[in-house]
């Protein structure tokens, strides 16, 4: 049996599954926050060993780990992921190979929803696909020539940081003209705060300047509020850069977009993203590349540690 | 014995090379223009068995080809070479296997570059390689963990078509702000003939305006003249920005650059592109990146071809 853990910032994911990748059971617990790492993850070993317990007696062969943040995969260590307070440079996986006594692979969420949406979801036999992590912050995994790419040190993927303008809006990474300062949730919000009209329709729906997030331009944009439909023509824009910059380079069959995309849809979103890469890649490119929503919702913290330990036997 | 034909605009290099690479014969002769492909590729196959005849009896085991321009890799054709009369849509590696009775691989000079590169040049011992040509346009070849990514329908690795401004300069491939409008040989030519000053040393060097090339810019550069630096460091500009989003995407160990950044050197154009990069990436990403020249020079040709037939065994 395979065990999958997803680490996120107010809950962990279990998951137990065959080796075929078929998932047998699920739980789901708050994350540990004792401010001692080493006892966060006993916790969780405690856990995963309770859901493993319902495997009738086979034995746990492999345990995939998806965690936020920067890995060194050098170092087999978390850096500093937001939310776990006390964490910094935590040998994870080691760590959970000494308490579950089985071998354990460890990927950011980009890398391993690529993987989830590659096994699962939207991407199913695909050999080339990105996927687009689209919630605070905008990350990419990679699936090249059938495997994961994770590039040097497992720094590839970071898409949110491509430029898609110049000099740009300023970024959180101190850079500037990246993806993520236009279409990441954190930024998007912050622009849509400080440009929201003041007799606006999504004011309105959101009560206030400063509850103002990007649901209520998605509402607001479906019953054809202007100010919201612009805000998401400049979203589709810079994404669209972004897109047509990967169609150049790495010519996937399919990107697949998380969170935001997903919620948006084909009218406001992904229509006018296909129109623009169309209109920004060469004719003959163009009808190659798939463009379309993350399909696992609510259960890609589960489908996401279950992919990354049916990854456990391949080359890294 | 593996041979290597490299199909040049004027030249068609051949090469007989050892199963381990080592290259035991070469010879050049003009590339065959008689207007018939068919013909073409008998007059190709005759010289590529009179270097074969120098393998004191061993048998040929594969060829490996180098072709320039759009190849349709599902179909296994040349789509339309510059240069070479009459030729659209030729099965040129089904033609020469049929005439040489042995595996034929084909690749675009890009890729056949980056395996170069690769196996005998700058990027020996790299997981992952870019190799940008600089010619008279911009293409790369990427190598991704050890395997020549060709993406969907072949078609990975223009990087010369990634947009590096908005809306930019018309691009000859009809989109806007292509690195190839801003570095390629031919739209640089271009540039800098439309803008060189009527007193200047560039114009005094080539003797004219419509003599204008990138070496009299090169040279004038390297004797300080204020008009050619500024016209490096526009190239290097728009070609650091290419190189920043390479870094976030791949995350390469080393980025390969050809001819005309070669011919440059460190002072004028590799010292300038690493700060840029430098600059424009995190912290902890710069130190991993390497970006040199080219090393293969005027021995490419061969070294493509027998890289390309090295790559025979492998996965496509």
Redesign the interface.
Known sequence: MLLGIDIGGTKVAYTLAREDGEIVARSRASTPQTGNPKSDVEIMADAARALASESAGESLTGVGLCVPGPLDLTRGTVVHPPNLVGWEEVPLAAWLEDELRCSVRMENDANAGALAEWRYGAGQGA??LVYLTMSTGVG?G?I??G?L???????????G???V??PGESCA???RGCLEAYVGGRAWTEHLRGEAEADGRVLALAGGRDRIGPEHVLTAAREQDAWALAQIERFNLYLG?AL???A??????IVVLGTIVAAAGDTLCLDPLRQYVAD???P??AP??RIEAAQLGEDLPHRSAVAVALALGE?D
Do not use: I, N
Not at 248 to 253: D, R, S
């Open positions: 050999r080339d990419a990679l090249v020539d495997r790419h994770r590039g040097r040190r497992g720094t590839a993927g970071e898409v940081h491509v430029a303008d110049w990474c101190g850079l850069r047509a910059q990967l150049f380079t790495l010519a996937p069959e920004h890649v060469w003959h490119q190659d590349l080359e």
